[in-house]
């Protein structure tokens, strides 16, 4: 009976407690019983969320700040969840935020994620495998980061997933054939520009909801499977890009549901059939350019009623251009430059139809064969035109006066054509144009002074014309001139001051004209030119002194003048100076003994002047065939080929003197050695067993050897053994031991700040460490020389081609003899690359080199590459991306990264940066250093602002005659000048963007090396 009353009342009492319980808890804001029950879930969701965050080094806008206790985080920025299932992440999007690091595994366990958005990062690493997960995804958008690795194939998990875009990232190897799963889900597939390789899977032509593919610079090769025409929905296929061969298969032609088809710069081969436009009548853009497509453009194309962009130069096209191309009056951009096209019966009333397509932006025509007077209906073309180049036919007639309504032109290339006529002062009125090109025609009249109105004008080429007048002074107004070409008129009057005074000129040409008067003394202001042509002229007076300031000068052409006096000693400073022609003029006095310090002169000609006296013999004077005096009768003296008489009483002045001299010296020296030898013996005795153990210690694993051997191995360490010297010593040649091993033994200037370290840290590197690309250290001395000094070297295996430094700037012996061609400069680049990479990524600790630069880049006998001097590298903890050093951060000036001024830190993004100058000064042959980058103005500026399209124009000059040497091969199948300046564009930009001010912008080495080696296979490619 008490049992049954007391079920009842434990039930009460049960019951109460309860109720204080979760009345307690919501009094402490505490869980209840019922959150308890659902934390499982949330709290998985949430630690998932945490370990995303704890991935992220870097969040410019804070957005991880939102992520904390004080919010739920649902309602944390980027993160959206279910209304149905309260507390479950479906939407992840952190798009555009420029967050840096890796995305987190734990992304895995938002298991009800259907939408991921983290495009426009920095995040790097590899795609986690755990995304594959996520069975209800739908959209996963990881463009525009820093990724690596290869495509997980376990993204078939995602049986529901229906867009993904990867492109670029620095993505490889081949599209996993387990993709072909999701043959039903799948709608987009966005690939393009990354490193991808293999073929084009053949499984591709069964994805039935596919409507968009694009493959775009990749390294796939290989033909285009026939499969992808199954395809019943797809919109858009883009291929372009890649290293794709043979024929497009007609049934690709016939996929009626596609609006955008892009084959542009693979290899492929055939015609382009006829009735594609008829067959594919809804599509937009169509972009073939360079391949090896002959035949003529497709008589369907005046059908193409929906095209905006129609592309298909750098081919092999003939035919007629259709005349009535104005119907297709959604036309924004054309381009059919470089083929063998042509303009029906001599008429250019193609440009009368085009006035029809008001929305056209680009129109180009050039390098082709079409004939016929430029029409004035030129004049009533779209307003928003801002490219318009017909270049390279055979276009006569004048140009109009309604030129100047195209008023959003930015570059107007009419050269090599047959034009005639005057300029119509009308082109003032284009205020956006940069780029006026007309020259090699047949154009008369003076420059009009409207010109001076186009303040944004870059390029101005007026060259081999039939112009006359004097040169508009208002010309100076153009502020921003870099290329000027005015030669070969009938220009006359005096060079106004306003215009040569211009300090933006890199090229100015004003060769072949009949200006009078001198040359002003502003010349002194053009401080970036580096190709001034004053030659064939009637210019008088002295050569100007302030041109000294020109320090970037390369060529200076002054030649057929009637220049007079002396030449001026202010001009020594331009060692730059590559070509100097100064002949058939009335220069007098001697010939400057400074030109002997010009160690890049390959060409100097000073003949048929009035120069007398002694010529020197040093520099460029050794060499004959680089100069020429010809026609100064009172020259003397140099070398013996010259063939000129012996300066006789000069000569036996300074024999007198040079014996008397050497007298002197030599009776000096006797007596110092003496003295010096015997406290040397004495301090000797007294310091060699303390040094002992030091020695020992040092040497670490490193064999034994000493300071005598050393001095045997190097002639007593002769300065004609004398290959190199750095901030902490110099390097010596020498042959070692019975075996006779070529070696380079580094010795260290003890006497300099920080060289003991520098022995420590770089003997504490080098036992580490083991790759291809970096230099082989034989041993270490630790010890006293003979005169009881400290003597510390190491000796390292000796480098055939010696430094990459003396192959980028060569000195005066070695200048026209040291050249390395786009290959080799690749090659170098890419096991530099690997070279550092395996510091950062594969050694423990990870090592920043700390000082990348060309004389630290040593070739062997086969030109491989070899990272070397360690005397500045440090170690990074596991744990940390930076070291911090108490000393400060030391290395060369131009190399070091910029926020190295700020901190002193190191880190991998440091040596990133001094790869990407190093790069770029490998194609501009300019240091960083030089002259021409002051005032915050930078060899990555110099590169930047010169891409894409004035590329030629930075390019190291015998990098420039590989271009044009292989333009005019004639073999399209072994490398054009257009295949070749796209590499070289392409390397310049891996310069730019590893050399970025601000690091997070930077690319890595591991990206840099995939975009390098991808250059280099499209290159070699197209030379097979």
């Excluded at 080094?57 to 804070?62: C, I, R, S, V």
Aim: overall charge neutral; hydrophobic content about 40%.
């Amino acid at each position: 009976m008490m049992a049954a009353l007391n079920l009842p009342f434990l039930a009460v009492v049960s019951l109460f407690l309860i109720i204080l319980i979760c009345l307690n808890h919501l009094s402490l804001g505490l869980q209840t019983p019922l959150e308890i029950a659902l934390r499982p879930q949330n709290e998985t969701e949430k630690l998932a969320l945490l370990a995303f965050k704890d991935q992220i080094l870097e969040d410019p806008f804070g957005v991880m700040s939102s992520w904390n206790e004080s919010l739920h985080f649902c309602s944390w920025r980027g993160v959206s969840c279910s209304h149905r299932h309260k507390g479950r992440v479906t939407n992840l999007n952190l798009a555009g935020q420029k967050l840096v690091g890796s995305i987190s595994p734990h992304i895995g366990n938002l298991s009800f994620l259907r939408q991921i958005y983290l495009g426009h990062n920095y995040f790097k690493g590899e795609i986690p495998r755990e995304i594959g997960r996520l069975f209800r995804l739908r959209i996963l958008n990881l463009s525009s980061n820093a990724l690596q690795g290869q495509i997980p194939s376990n993204l078939a998990f995602c049986s529901r997933l229906q867009d993904v875009y990867f492109s670029e990232n620095g993505l490889t190897g081949e599209i996993p054939i387990a993709l072909q799963n999701l043959s039903k889900s799948v709608r987009t597939i966005h690939f393009s520009k990354n490193q991808l390789i293999g073929s084009i899977p053949q499984w591709l032509g069964n994805m039935s909801s596919l409507e968009l593919l694009t493959l775009a610079r990749n390294n796939i090769h290989g033909s285009i499977p026939t499969e992808l025409a199954r395809v019943p929905k797809l919109d858009i296929l883009d291929l372009s890009e890649n290293n794709l061969s043979g024929r497009v298969p007609v049934s690709i032609f016939n996929i009626s549901s596609l609006s955008g088809l892009g084959f542009a710069w693979n290899q492929l081969q055939g015609t382009i059939p006829s009735n594609i436009f008829c067959t594919i009548p809804n599509l937009w853009d169509f972009v073939a350019d360079g391949n090896f497509f002959h035949g003529e453009l497709p008589i369907s194309l005046q059908n193409a009623s929906m095209l905006e962009i129609l592309t298909v130069g750098y081919n092999n096209l003939g035919g007629v251009i259709p005349s009535n191309l104005g119907g297709l009056r959604y036309l924004t951009f054309i381009s059919l430059f470089q083929n063998r096209l042509e303009s029906k019966d001599e008429d250019l009333g193609i440009l009368t139809s085009l006035a029809n397509c008001t929305n056209l932006q680009a129109l180009e025509l050039g390098d082709n064969r079409l004939k016929g007077e430029l029409p004035i209906s030129i004049a009533n073309l779209s307003t928003s035109l801002k490219y318009l180049s017909m270049a390279k036919n055979h276009i006569s007639g004048k140009i109009s006066e309604g030129i100047g309504n195209l008023v959003s032109l930015t570059s107007f290339q009419m050269t090599v054509n047959y034009l005639k006529g005057e300029i119509p002062s009308s082109i003032g009125k284009l205020e956006k144009l940069s780029v006026l090109s007309l020259g090699q025609n047949r154009i008369s009249g003076p420059i009009p002074s409207s010109l001076g109105n186009l303040t944004q004008l870059l390029t101005l080429d007026l060259e081999e014309n039939k112009m006359t007048s004097t040169i508009p002074i208002t010309l100076g107004n153009c502020s921003q001139l870099l290329n000027l070409y005015l030669g070969e008129n009938y220009f006359i009057g005096d060079l106004p001051k306003q215009l040569l005074g211009l300090s933006s000129f890199i090229i100015l040409s004003l060769r072949e004209n009949s200006f009078i008067g001198q040359l002003p003394l502003e010349v002194g202001n053009m401080t970036k030119v580096v190709t001034f042509e004053v030659s064939y002229n009637r210019l008088s007076g002295k050569i100007p002194s302030t041109l000294g300031n020109c320090l970037m000068l390369e060529v200076l052409l002054m030649q057929e003048n009637l220049l007079e006096g002396d030449i001026p000693p202010s001009l020594s400073p331009l060692k730059s100076l590559m070509d100097l022609d100064l002949s058939r003029n009335n220069l007098s006095g001697q010939i400057p003994k400074f030109f002997q310090n010009y160690t890049l002169l390959q060409n100097l000609d000073l003949s048929f002047n009035r120069l007398e006296g002694e010529v020197p013999q040093g520099g460029v004077f050794k060499n004959a065939s680089a100069i020429s005096i010809a026609g100064n009768q009172k020259l003397c003296g140099g070398i013996q080929k010259l063939g000129l008489p012996p300066c006789k009483a000069q000569g036996l002045k300074k024999k007198v003197l040079s014996k008397t001299l050497k007298v002197v010296i030599a009776i000096t020296v006797f007596s110092s050695s003496i003295i010096i030898a015997s406290l040397a013996f004495c301090c000797w005795k007294r310091r060699s067993k303390r040094r002992a153990s030091t020695m020992m210690l040092e040497l670490g694993q490193f064999p034994k050897i000493s300071y005598a051997e050393l001095s045997q191995a190097t002639n007593e360490f002769s300065p004609s053994n004398l290959i190199g010297e750095g901030s902490f010593g110099s390097v010596y040649k020498g042959i070692l031991g019975q075996d006779q091993m070529s070696v380079a033994v580094k010795v260290l200037n003890l006497k300099q700040k920080g060289a003991s370290k520098s022995f420590m840290t770089e003997c504490e590197v080098l036992k580490n460490i083991r790759h291809r690309n970096l230099v082989k250290i034989i041993t270490v001395c630790s010890s006293i020389d003979f005169k009881g000094i400290d003597f510390k070297a190491l000796v390292y295996k000796l480098m055939q081609n010696g430094s990459l430094e003396m192959w980028l700037h060569p000195n005066e012996d070695q200048a026209g003899e040291h050249s390395l061609n786009l290959i080799q400069r690749l090659n170098i680049a890419i096991e530099v690359a690997f070279a550092i990479e395996y510091l950062h990524d594969h050694c423990q600790p990870s090592i920043v080199h700390g000082d990348l630069k060309p004389s630290n880049v040593l070739l062997d006998e086969d030109f491989v590459a070899h990272v070397g001097d360690f005397g500045l590298a440090r170690f990074l903890s596991i744990s940390n991306r930076q070291q911090s050093s108490s000393i400060g951060v030391k290395g060369t000036i131009g190399y070091i990264a910029p926020e190295y001024g700020l901190s002193n830190k190191t880190s991998k993004l440091g040596d990133a940066y001094s790869f990407g100058i190093l790069l770029l000064e490998m194609i501009t042959g300019k240091r960083p250093t030089d002259s021409l980058f002051q005032d915050n103005f930078t060899i990555h500026q110099f590169v930047k602002t010169a891409l894409p399209e004035r590329v030629m124009d930075i390019l190291e000059p015998s990098l420039l005659q590989e271009v044009q040497d292989d333009a005019h091969s004639g073999a399209r199948n072994r490398g054009t000048k257009v295949c070749m300046l796209e590499r070289l564009v392409a390397v310049a930009r891996v310069g730019v963007l590893c050399s970025m001010a601000s690091p997070n912008e930077r690319m890595e080495m591991k990206e840099a090396i995939a975009e390098l080696r991808a250059i280099k296979d499209k290159f070699v490619g197209r030379r097979i």
